[in-house]
């Protein structure tokens, strides 16, 4: 029993707010997920040529800035943002050149995402505290999705908690458990994706970034998925550009939607929707099982 919810925004003022308005949505889903939480928020695009990606150490004195000072020195120029025990870090090397160096010299640091836009902050704890840790509140974005884990196929650790990234600007969360993920983790690997966790989540991420990577639109990645993916979910998928939801074929994971002139929001439970200004006079309506919703910044 997890909690999703994610929030499009359609107007300016609502970018505005986004981390606060995601922020209460997420909190609002604390009892379905007290043992970890995260959120994936869309912002602040970097230049082409460069790319954004989010690390990861234990330790909330980690030295950031001298991780930016050697990717300065050994790859190209890089600066690093520090929030909680994340870093933002923009750099003009490309992003397989970091992952390697990381490996090689720093390898207790993880990549929690990487990108143009997304940035995923997640850690074990409940909900308020994790929109805490990270100051999430003072977020602006166009657009939002995030999780609270009660741990049912994983443990409880920073690694295992939604949202997952397997792809540059793709994440995913997930209500529910998917009871073939063992055969797709090691069929998924055979074809080249990274997948580092036991989590049944990251394999259905990983298996959307291997179905975009072979040409598939978002839309025939999750199509596809319907028949490869085997077990009951909500899936909210974020991408650079937008998010879709895809409930499973008997609809045994329940969730809301709802849009207004403003915003596109959708969650487990209504209560989390209803934090929203305008809630009151939303579209609400249940997602039908086996369809895909998606929004992206040129329209529905």
Not at 59 to 66: A, F, I, N, R
Not at 82 to 92: K, L, Q, S, V
């Amino acid at each position: 029993m997890c909690g999703i919810v994610g929030l499009f925004a359609k107007q300016a003022a609502v970018e505005d707010r986004l981390g606060d308005y995601i922020s209460s949505m997420l909190i609002e889903m604390s009892d379905r997920g007290p043992d970890s939480a995260g959120v994936a928020v869309y912002r602040d695009p970097v230049p082409s040529g460069s790319a954004k990606v989010v690390l990861q150490h234990p330790d909330h004195g980690y030295d950031w800035q001298g991780l930016a000072e050697g990717i300065t020195a050994r790859l190209a120029p890089a600066t690093v943002e520090r929030r909680g025990n994340h870093a933002i870090a923009r750099t003009e090397a490309s992003f397989e050149d970091l992952r390697a160096w990381l490996r090689e010299i720093h390898p207790e640091v993880s990549v929690v995402s990487s990108g143009d836009t997304i940035e995923i902050f997640k850690e074990v704890g409940p909900p308020a505290d994790v929109v805490s840790a990270f100051a999430l509140r003072e977020l602006k974005g166009t657009h939002a999705l995030g999780h609270t884990r009660m741990a049912t196929e994983s443990a409880v650790t920073t690694k295992g908690s939604h949202p997952f990234s397997t792809g540059f600007d793709l994440c995913l969360v997930h209500n529910g458990s998917l009871s073939n993920h063992n055969r797709l983790r090691a069929e998924l690997r055979r074809h080249g994706v990274e997948i580092q966790t036991e989590n049944d989540t990251e394999v259905a991420a990983g298996y959307l970034t291997w179905r975009l990577s072979q040409g598939d639109s978002l839309e025939e990645a999750l199509t596809e998925g319907i028949r490869d993916l085997d077990g009951f979910y909500t899936f909210a998928v974020g991408t650079r550009d937008g998010f879709a939801v895809l409930r499973d074929p008997i609809a045994c994971k329940h969730a809301v939607m709802a849009e207004t002139d403003d915003w596109v929001a959708m969650a487990t439970e209504f209560r989390a929707i209803a934090v929203l200004p305008g809630a009151d006079e939303a579209r609400i309506w249940e997602p039908a099982p086996a369809q895909i919703y998606s929004w992206t910044r040129s329209g529905q």
